[in-house]
C-alpha cells in the first residue's frame, strides 16, 4: 500500500491517510557497499512520524497505536530507518512501506476474548488411558529381582 512518490500523504488503512506535511525525514550517508557513491550520496533515510502530536488519527486508534507501540516510540514519534537500498528513492519508499506496515498491525481491533470450556469426557479418557500405557511400559523395564529370605 506503500504510495508511489515519497511526497505523497501516506494511506494506511481505508479510513486513516496520514498527510505527507506530519511525516519529518532526515537523510545521512549509509555504511555498506556503494563504492565512491557511498561517500557523496547521503542515501540512508529516517521517517520520523509523531504518533502522539498526530492528527491524522481518531483518538480511539492513536490510543491504540501508543499502547502498542510503546517500546518502539522516541519521544511519542515512530523513527523508520532505511539503508538497504544505495538509491535514497527507493530507502525513501521503503521507509513508507515499514511505516505503513508497522501502523497496520498497530492499528488491528484487539482479539475476541477467549472462552474459557472444558476438556471433553472422550479427551480425559484418551489422556487417562495413554498415562496408564506410559506407566505399564516403564513399569516392565525395571528388573525388580526378588530374593528369597532365609
Known sequence: MAPAR????????????IPAAELAWRFSRSSGPGGQNVNTTDSRVELVFDL??????P???????????????VDGAVVIAASEHRSQWQNR????????????????????????TKPTRGSKERRLAAKKQRSAIKSQRSSRVVLPED
Open 6 to 17: 515519497p511526497s505523497d500523504d501516506l494511506q494506511v488503512t481505508p479510513a486513516v491517510r
Open 52 to 57: 502522539m502530536a498526530s492528527r491524522a488519527l
Open 59 to 73: 483518538p480511539v486508534l492513536q490510543a491504540r497505536a501508543l499502547r502498542r507501540l510503546e517500546d518502539k516510540l
Open 93 to 116: 519508499v521503503a521507509a513508507q512501506r515499514r511505516l505503513v506496515e508497522l501502523l497496520q498491525e498497530a492499528l488491528k481491533p484487539p482479539p475476541p476474548p477467549r472462552r474459557p
